[in-house]
């Protein structure tokens, strides 16, 4: 856009409410909407789509007419579908999530005492997974074709090919079991040992302990992620012009990156780091189920094998509905971050 | 007196996959303090990479031969240190196109400051830097207000201003300014112009200008230089080397920017409407009250073109000229049945537009585009032949595909046809393609043309032929054209009649003599006072 | 329609154009290297019927004694039926590739044709379509690809369309983006000017400039389909009549073969899955530096 003939006259002149504020209604309403979405394709999936719910469920176990139905009377499915959908929204409002099958306990309930785990799991790998992933991809971007970044990037592309699983039973066997005469220098399941003293200190290092080889393992999968974004969109920030009138105004090449062309590629990485929540959930239900850590997968892993319909509903819906929230946040805080998006 | 530019036996070439480029070559000229020159160029002929090397701010892959006197020290051997201390304090830059040039996501303010703090012998104030930051603003006339804004709230003159306040901000005894208007409307390039021009002669500034327009140059500087491939081919006071260009490409560069009001300038047959042979007189293509609203990004509405009426006769070429933001894109786009109106009827033959089916269909065959950009107008994956018959297929006019293109072709210039019909794109030059886009349109053997700005992305040498082209089709098929351009010269080289649009309205129109000598609306004025012309040099 | 005139000149040209592709792909060593392991392991996957015995498969059949390292008889060892492992592994690549290429091919089916339409015809059908596509994206693919994987009943179609119908959002996101960057062009202005209609628009100009984006861009969703095909036998969602590389990693989990320190179990699968999927990876990419210029030029 060139000038209109009003030289001084700002370009984003707008009516009603401010921006800001419209941008997070917006922005929570689609969230919201996308949680609806969440729950209709937890119905559809786990109600409609099996047929006979019931049936799924004993499939691997013989079970007379009679048991069938009363597994449907239990778990509400002798109703028509629309009347099941309004049950279940309405339970869903109101924070129930049905019962287990297997448990027989709420799945609420039971979600609640895993969540933890994989807070702490998901959590602390993200963490890392970003802050290595963004250093190596920034390097790679500036030292482009050189050793580091050849180096650098054939073993993200190397390990980004593993599959998540996989590299963490190699773990577990070289670190946990022990190879050889290596031995076991790590626990090989769960996240507490029985025999630790009382203490909060020695339960904090009982359960880093047992935390290093699944974190270990989910950061070795998902930097590679952060890295090659980092890298394209710093190449992407390279050749822009306001980095040769940086240089013009006497700036040393390490101020132009630190200063200039960072700040900028980073931005679009914050968003695409978001999007690649999914793939870390994704890589949690596999070492959590590899390495028996207590959380949300392992209950999915759990529930999978029988199946667990309502468990696995439920787990469905917390997974997706808590990748979408925060998606909403990162999207709200890429508004505050970035001046070029904060008023249009 | 030193000079605080000079060069001598400059060549800068750059290794490339296909062997070293060598983009100047043997360039001398000589800079004295407080001394303005424009260097004139097309583009690829080597300007930018001539001011680039004064920093030594070339890309790697470039060598620079010669000696770059930067005042008095030879740049080639300043150590980095000193290179980066000289750098913005001997020299600074106002790149092209400000958008890019400045960094996006931090305030204009920081941006300005930033070479201030830097070039400090020890660290200066935080007050002393924003008022500095502040005076340097208010000298480029832009609020103070608007220090803490970030690039993209700016306009792009505003933009361009803080490009130029961050250029004076560590004193420089020279300004290199790349292309600093090329982005910019006619009455901003002016104001912008005119606000250089004050600074660099209240201060002193020595001024390096570049740009491939010679009538921004010859305003703003007393000597021009012209580069042609790499060397300068030409070099003089600026009213002379126009007046009296020596060397042919000069003669080229200066008729494209022609002086309005010169019955010379005009081109033969401009003017003549009706004299030709089979054209018919009467109303070809016409709007009548014809209004176009848009829904912008806040849901306003907006309306691009407001009640308009518009006239283009059989056998007659009519300029529609006004600033970008106009609306006279958005009035062409109606006029080709591209963009519905909101209110309003277009009427071609008399008949109003029909809005869908095998009538519509019969209209565009009879109306042509041509586009500004014609890189962008053919698809770079499709042949010549395949471009220009691309409507006779649409058409489903196929019995006599291949003379029908070459017949075209020949009628666009492109002789002989069977040398054009297998390339692709990227193998003509600029020329050449809007000539296949014109053989395009021909080819449908339309009644009028519609020209979005048609020769503003040609180079200078090319634009006269394809303007003398419009002018021969008319004279030999009766061809009517409606030139939309920014270009007041354009529409006194080939137009008969002129419509100045403003704002979505249309404020006047008349024959091209009547309208561009004796302009009777303020606007018509204001867009022809800012022409740039030597009288502003001189002021 | 008659024949262009000289026609062979502008074929030639088009053939120079590829050969010149050609010869950007093949400075890429990666891309060689992965173009040449691909060959490899597809003529060997395809060949397996013909150059081993199918009927070692059978675990009643199965010669060797339980959880043997490698040895002369048996290369890589034993499974814990006492079947050869390099024989699963050379069979589980059948099914790799199989599930793979059609999930892929199926994701890029319906993300193109979901990009398109979002792109080019504008209207509440493509907010919808625009909307739909974002939820997805977002959407852990992998969690939906188990929940319909699990409630399905088991078998190769089941992963086919668990994966296919999962991972199409990032294609759509990719062809809506080249369409709306190609639908800018003036081009295609001068197209709709010269009368031509959606057909004319999408068949000559859109498809074929997204076309070749969208290809390279299967070749990543096959390297990412292979991994979550992987995934999904590895919990057991897989076909149980089928051999495949996740199954193996499964059985070996199942039965203790990682307590037991039965590397030779673990590692032949594992590695054919990040050879292959790293294999894809490196074409795609090199791939997309040859179909868009502008990636080739920053790699100088």
Redo the contacts between chains.
């Keep these: 856009m060139t000038d209109t003939r009003d030289e001084f006259e700002t370009s984003a002149a707008s009516t009603g409410p401010p921006p800001l504020l419209r941008f997070v209604a917006a922005k929570a309403g689609g969230g919201v909407v996308s949680l609806f979405l969440v729950a209709v394709l937890g119905f559809f999936l786990f109600r409609v789509l099996p047929g006979d719910p019931a049936r799924t469920m004993t499939r691997s176990t013989p079970v007379s007419a009679e048991q069938l139905a009363a597994l449907r009377h239990r778990f509400g499915l002798d109703q028509p579908l629309y009347l099941q959908f309004r049950d279940f929204v309405i339970d869903l409002l109101h924070g129930d999530l049905g019962t287990s099958y297997i448990y027989n306990r709420p799945v609420a309930e039971l979600i609640l005492e895993r969540v933890g785990p994989t807070v702490l799991l998901v959590g602390t790998a993200t963490v890392l997974a970003v802050l290595v992933g963004l250093w190596m991809g920034a390097r790679a971007a500036w030292h482009q074709g050189g050793p580091v970044d050849r180096w650098f990037t054939s073993v993200g592309l190397t390990l980004w090919s593993v599959p998540t699983f996989w590299l963490g039973l190699l773990a577990l066997m070289a670190f946990g079991v022990g190879v050889g005469p290596l031995p076991g220098l790590f626990p090989v399941a769960g996240m507490s040992s029985a025999n630790v003293p009382a203490g909060v200190v020695p339960h904090v290092l009982d359960v880093a302990h047992h935390l290093v080889l699944p974190c270990l393992t989910l950061v070795a999968v998902i930097y590679a992620q952060f890295m090659m974004v980092m890298r394209t969109s710093l190449l992407e920030e390279m050749g822009a012009e306001y980095l040769t009138t940086a240089r013009a105004k006497g700036l040393r090449e390490d101020l132009v990156r630190r200063r200039h062309a960072v700040p900028n590629a980073l931005l679009p990485t914050v968003t695409l780091i978001f999007l690649h929540l999914g793939l870390v959930v994704a890589g949690a239900i596999t070492v959590e189920t590899v390495f028996s850590w207590p959380g949300l997968g392992l209950l999915t892993y759990e529930a999978l094998r029988v199946p667990d319909l309502p468990l696995l509903q439920g787990t469905f819906i917390v997974l997706a509905g808590s990748v979408i929230v925060m998606n909403v946040l990162a999207e709200l805080v890429y508004r505050l971050l970035d001046p070029r998006v904060r008023d249009s | 007196m030193t000079p605080i530019l000079r060069l001598d036996g400059v060549s800068v070439t750059y290794r490339g996959e296909d062997g070293p480029h060598r983009a100047v070559v043997d360039a001398n000229l000589t800079l004295r303090p407080g001394a303005t020159l424009g260097l004139a160029g097309e583009s690829g002929c080597g300007k930018t990479s001539l001011a680039l090397a004064v920093l030594r701010l070339l890309p790697r892959s470039a060598r620079v031969d010669g000696t770059i006197l930067l005042d008095g020290h030879d740049i080639e051997r300043l150590t980095w240190g000193e290179l980066r201390a000289a750098r913005w304090t001997s020299a600074s830059v106002v790149f092209q196109g400000a958008m890019h040039a400045l960094n996006p996501v931090r305030t204009v303010a920081e941006q300005i400051a930033e070479p201030i703090r830097l070039h400090s012998p020890e660290r200066p104030a935080a007050a002393r830097v924003r008022a500095r930051v502040t005076e340097l603003l208010e000298q480029v006339e832009l609020p103070g207000a608007r220090r803490d804004a970030y690039p993209h709230e700016l306009s792009g003159g505003q933009r361009q201003r803080v490009m130029i306040a961050m250029a004076l901000a560590c004193d420089p005894r020279l300004i290199i300014a790349d292309e600093p208007t090329t982005a910019l409307d006619v009455v901003v390039q002016a104001q912008v112009l005119a606000l250089l021009r004050r600074l660099v002669s209240e201060r002193g500034i020595a001024l390096l200008m570049i740009s491939h327009d010679l009538s921004v140059l010859a305003a703003s500087c007393r000597c021009l230089g012209v580069m042609y491939r790499g060397r300068l081919v030409e070099e003089g006071p600026a009213r002379q080397l126009v007046a009296t260009p020596e060397h042919e490409h000069t003669r080229a560069l200066a008729a494209a920017f022609p002086t309005i009001g010169d019955e010379g300038s005009r081109y033969p047959g401009a003017g003549e409407p009706g004299e030709s042979a089979g054209g018919v007189r009467g109303s070809l293509l016409a709007a009548e009250g014809v209004s176009v609203e848009f829904g912008d990004r806040y849901r306003n509405r907006v309306r691009a073109v407001r009640d308009v009426d518009l006239e283009v006769m059989g056998d007659e070429i009519l300029a529609l000229v006004g600033q970008s933001g106009s609306g006279k894109t958005t009035l062409a786009r109606t006029l080709l049945g591209l963009c519905p109106p909101n209110a309003g009827t277009v009427y071609y033959e008399g008949r109003p537009l029909a809005t869908s089916g095998r009538e519509l269909r019969a209209f565009r065959g009879s109306v042509q585009l041509v586009l500004q950009d014609p890189t962008g107008a053919l698809n770079p994956k499709h042949t010549v032949y395949e471009a220009v018959a691309e409507g006779l297929r649409v058409h489903g006019c196929a019995d006599d595909e291949a003379v029908r293109v070459r017949e075209a072709l020949e009628a666009a210039e492109l002789r002989p046809a069977e040398e054009f019909t297998a390339r692709f794109p990227h193998e003509l030059s600029g020329g050449q393609r809007q000539r296949v886009v014109i053989a395009g349109a021909l080819v449908l053997r339309p009644r009028v043309l519609v020209a979005d700005e048609p020769v503003a992305s040609l180079d200078a040498t090319v634009r006269g032929e394809i303007l003398a082209l419009l002018l021969r089709l008319r004279r030999e098929r009766g061809l009517s054209a409606l030139v939309i351009t920014h270009d007041l010269g354009l529409a006194w080289n080939i137009a008969d009649r002129v419509a100045v649009m403003r704002s979505g309205e249309i404020v006047e129109t008349g024959p091209v003599e009547r309208v561009l000598t004796e302009p009777r609306h303020d606007y018509t004025k204001e867009l022809l006072a800012a022409v740039p012309s030597f009288e502003g040099s001189v002021s | 329609?008659?024949a262009?005139?000289?026609?062979t000149?502008?074929a030639g040209?088009r053939l120079a154009a590829l050969a010149e592709g050609w010869r950007v792909y093949r400075a890429d060593r990666?891309g060689l290297f992965g173009l040449a392991v691909l060959s490899l392991v597809v003529v060997l996957a395809l060949l397996a019927p013909v150059l081993t015995p199918p009927a070692e498969l059978d675990v009643t059949r199965a010669g060797g004694a339980p959880l043997r390292p490698p040895s002369a008889e048996n290369w890589l060892g034993t499974d814990e039926s006492g079947r050869s492992v390099l024989l699963l592994t050379w069979w589980g690549a059948r099914m790799s590739l199989l599930v793979g290429l059609s999930a892929a091919v199926l994701s890029m089916l319906i993300g193109t044709v979901v990009g398109l339409v979002a792109a080019h015809f504008g209207g509440w059908v493509s907010t919808l379509l625009l909307?739909l596509t974002d939820?997805f994206?977002?959407?852990?693919?992998?969690?939906?690809a188990?929940?319909?994987s699990?409630?399905?009943s088991r078998g190769v179609l089941t992963i086919v369309l668990a994966i296919g119908v999962t991972s199409w959002p990032q294609t759509a996101r990719l062809v809506r983006a080249q369409t709306l960057t190609v639908e800018t062009?003036?081009?295609i202005?001068?197209?709709?000017?010269?009368?031509?209609?959606h057909r004319?628009l999408l068949g000559?100009?859109v498809l074929?400039?997204v076309l070749p984006l969208v290809f390279a861009t299967t070749t990543l969703t096959v390297?990412s389909a292979i991994?979550a095909e992987?995934?999904l036998s590895?919990?057991?969602?897989g076909d149980p009549a089928m051999i495949s590389w996740?199954s193996m990693?499964k059985s070996?989990?199942d039965t203790g073969a990682?307590?037991a320190?039965a590397?030779w179990y673990?590692?032949p699968?594992?590695l054919g899955?990040?050879?292959v999927?790293?294999s894809f990876?490196?074409c795609g990419r090199v791939l997309e530096t040859v179909l868009n210029p502008r990636l080739r030029g920053?790699?100088r």
Excluded: C, D, Q
């Design positions: 329609m008659s262009p005139p000289n026609p000149g502008a040209r990666g909307r939820f994206l977002v959407l852990p693919a992998l969690v939906l188990i929940a319909l699990t409630v399905l062009r003036p081009y202005e001068r197209a709709r000017a010269l009368g031509g209609g004319h000559k100009h074929p400039a390297a991994i992987s995934t590895f919990l057991g969602l996740g990693l070996a989990m990682v307590t320190g590397w673990l590692l699968p594992g899955i990040a050879v999927v790293l990876t490196l920053e790699r």
